[in-house]
């Protein structure tokens, strides 16, 4: 999963059940799965030999060329354009902090910015070897979204200025509407148009996934993109800080407003106000750049209906991860064997699977093991953009990440519940399995399009996501809670960890029915008519 999206565009963490669908638990069919030999693959992928799955690493290599071995030997045939693999390259940037700097300035004083504990350089821009010197402007949470009149740059001026924001979103812009206005390509293309030079995003406090320490210890990763010019959607910023909130005062001095009131609006979700800050910012932010190359794994199994053969299921997992980073406890290799080996393991299981239990299948479902999400869903962004099937053909993309089955299976959580019918189906099958299925319970997090479904969504393909989940204020709660808190994106999410087998067996089936069951349905899936993410699909028929 990602989680630099969330820390620029991800709105406020709080419980809100929306709706749950009740349903009754029946006699439970039988599984075609025991979850030890899904197990056994998570162990291969996550192994500290393959050094965290890195994109661009010999680890991640390594940990395809499992993958392909596999699919291979479930008798898969190649759908990418060189045998499994497609081929995807990228440009790698590092943040040379050395030669790095940023004051603030408040009253003619210039004071450092400490970079690591008071704020960070993000890297996914160009940079600038030239020092720029400019005031600062608060926009609230940045967003301009019309469907709700939400319009929080019309009073400012940012020409020639750095456009300081609080992520996340008002509670009056549904989070769908948040995550597609505040992600950084849709947020920059604005600020740019009012000739905006900088980003400064200081997470809300009450949303933060993992605590600054532990993002301000990430930042010596490398970030990446797509090479193509094509992908380029931050032309022109020259600077992009993340600030950490317990420093953000700073940057309100003398502007009449406390960091402290902001937060306590941000954490009610209220409208927050817009002004100019008093303080500016000198800073140069020089960005180290990499060619590399990595690949997304793309395999078919051929449906046998004469004219649905021509469509494709796909199913999809990110095979990369976060590599080799900061010792946490000792441990440096960020495993990643939940995150998302257990995807990638799925993927491989149902091929398997599918060769030992043949099933008659009138479409064709496609494989696809994407590289590079960790680092914003690029591998799904340029399969999205450049599929190896015509993209017309495909129908639906069931995605896995990260379906943590770490408490037995009553609760599934479906994202993309109540966009398209493949919520329906999905709840349909669950509830035959005795498990309960909810549509996200917090929104807020934006985690529809935190992986690689929103690139397919995007393209106007119905997609889903779904995982073990929870009741609200149960134990299992405290149990997710804890896992973020300390496993995820850290060295302990490893192959040390407990996991529940039955879990992993009954949430495959339930994945298991529900492609076989899109694969053979005489229809498409088909978006809902208010389902948000239906603009997507009838700008691709314009
Ligand atoms: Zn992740």
């Given at each position: 999963m990602n989680r630099t999206l969330s820390s620029i565009a991800s709105?406020?963490?709080?419980?809100?059940?929306?709706?749950?669908?009740?349903?009754?638990?029946?006699?439970?069919e039988k599984l075609l799965f025991d979850g030890k030999s899904w197990w056994d693959h998570v162990k291969v992928v996550a192994d500290d030999n393959m050094e965290g799955r890195e994109t661009g690493s010999l680890g991640?290599?390594?940990?395809?060329?499992?993958?392909?071995?596999?699919?291979?030997?479930?008798?898969?045939?190649?759908?990418?354009?060189?045998?499994?693999?497609?081929?995807v390259k990228f440009v790698q940037r590092t943040i040379d902090e050395k030669n790095s700097f940023a004051f603030l300035t408040s009253e003619g004083e210039p004071t450092p910015v400490s970079l690591g504990a008071d704020a960070y350089f993000t890297t996914r821009i160009e940079g600038s070897d030239q020092e720029l010197n400019a005031p600062l402007v608060f926009a609230g949470n940045g967003l301009q979204v019309p469907e709700n009149?939400?319009?929080e740059l019309a009073d400012l001026d940012l020409k020639g200025k750095i456009v300081v924001y609080l992520a996340g979103s008002p509670s009056t812009v549904p989070g769908s509407l948040a995550a597609h206005y505040g992600g950084i390509g849709q947020r920059w293309k604005r600020y740019a148009d009012r000739g905006a030079i900088g980003i400064?995003?200081?997470?809300?406090?009450?949303?933060?996934d993992i605590p600054w320490s532990r993002m301000s210890l990430n930042r010596a990763h490398p970030s990446m993109d797509l090479a193509d010019a094509e992908f380029n959607e931050v032309g022109g910023l020259k600077m992009a800080m993340v600030f950490n909130p317990e420093s953000a005062e700073r940057l309100f001095v003398g502007s009449g407003h406390t960091f402290e009131e902001i937060a306590a609006l941000g954490k009610q979700r209220s409208l927050l106000p817009h002004f100019d800050l008093k303080v500016t910012l000198k800073a140069r932010e020089i960005i180290q750049?990499?060619?590399?190359?990595s690949a997304n794994i793309v395999g078919k199994l051929t449906g046998t209906d004469p004219q649905l053969k021509k469509e494709f299921v796909v199913l999809s997992a990110h095979i990369d991860h976060i590599g080799i980073g900061e010792p946490v406890n000792g441990d440096k290799i960020y495993n990643?064997?939940?995150d998302d080996g257990s995807g990638t393991a799925a993927v491989l299981d149902f091929a398997a699977s599918l060769r030992r239990h043949p099933e008659k299948l009138r479409r064709s479902i496609l494989f696809v093991l994407v590289t590079a999400e960790e680092k914003g869903l690029l591998g799904s962004k340029y399969f999205a953009a450049h599929p190896t099937v015509d993209a017309k053909a495909i129908v639906a993309d069931i995605n896995i990440d990260m379906f943590l089955p770490i408490v037995p299976l009553k609760v599934l959580r479906v994202q993309g519940f109540n966009d398209s019918t493949l919520g329906d189906r999905a709840a349909e099958i669950?509830?035959?399995?005795?498990?309960?299925?909810?549509?996200?319970?917090?929104?807020?997090?934006?985690?529809?399009?935190?992986?690689?479904?929103y690139n397919f969504i995007r393209r106007g393909i119905p997609s889903v996501i779904m995982d073990v989940f929870y009741e609200p204020n149960s134990p299992e709660a405290k149990i997710f809670k804890d896992w973020l808190t300390q496993r995820y994106?850290?060295?302990?999410d490893d192959v040390n960890q407990p996991v529940d087998l039955h879990a992993a067996a009954l949430y495959e089936e339930i994945v298991r029915r529900l492609l076989l069951d899109t694969a053979n349905a005489t229809d498409r899936p088909q978006w809902k008519p208010d389902s948000f993410f239906k603009r997507y699909a009838e700008a691709q028929t314009k």
């Open positions: 709105g406020i963490f709080f419980l809100t059940l929306l709706l749950a669908s009740v349903t009754t638990a029946q006699t439970p991640l290599r390594k940990a395809e060329a499992y993958a392909v071995e596999q699919l291979k030997h479930a008798g898969l045939e190649p759908a990418g354009t060189n045998g499994f693999y497609q081929n009149n939400v319009d400064i995003a200081i997470p809300n406090p009450a949303s933060m750049k990499v060619d590399l190359e990643g064997a939940m669950a509830q035959r399995f005795g498990a309960k299925a909810v549509p996200d319970p917090e929104p807020l997090r934006n985690l529809f399009v935190r992986s690689d479904q994106h850290a060295p302990s």
